[in-house]
């Protein structure tokens, strides 16, 4: 088992860079993979990015490059870099944690989830 926090939301003006962190305690971190999903209200959960055991990583297509995920396995913490953010990008980000060697952007694959870090753009 894993739990999840999450930290570096805020608020932040369009164009502006945020870097999300995701602590994880538990044992075997590095034999999860890990992703970030993110929620508005009104919308359904969507994902992000994600990063696999190997370190390989996967973005949703319409992010455009703007975001990179990576992790610290000797400081159990995931990390998003987000760059050129846009109001459309205003949500509620979530990491989730899957044990397992494959990254995927699809929730229902993850059994671990944090209590979410809020991005307001404007």
């Known amino acids: 088992h894993v739990q999840l926090v999450e930290s570096g939301g805020g608020s932040v003006q369009a164009g502006g860079s945020l870097r999300l962190s995701c602590v994880a305690s538990?044992?075997?971190?590095?034999?999860?993979?890990m992703a970030w999903f993110r929620q508005a209200p009104g919308e359904e959960r969507e994902g992000v990015a994600t990063?696999?055991?190997?370190?390989?990583?996967k973005y949703a297509a319409s992010l455009s490059g703007r975001f990179v995920v990576s992790r610290d396995n000797a400081k159990m913490t995931l990390f998003l870099q987000m760059n050129g953010l846009k109001p459309e990008d205003t949500a509620m980000y979530y990491c989730?944690?899957?044990?397992?060697?494959?990254?995927?952007?699809?929730?229902?694959?993850?059994?671990?989830w944090g209590q979410g870090t809020q991005v307001t753009v404007s």
């Open positions: 990063i696999d055991t190997d370190g390989n990583t």
């Open positions: 989730a944690a899957r044990f397992g060697i494959i990254g995927t952007l699809d929730s229902g694959k993850y059994n671990y």
């Open positions: 538990g044992t075997n971190y590095e034999r999860y993979s």
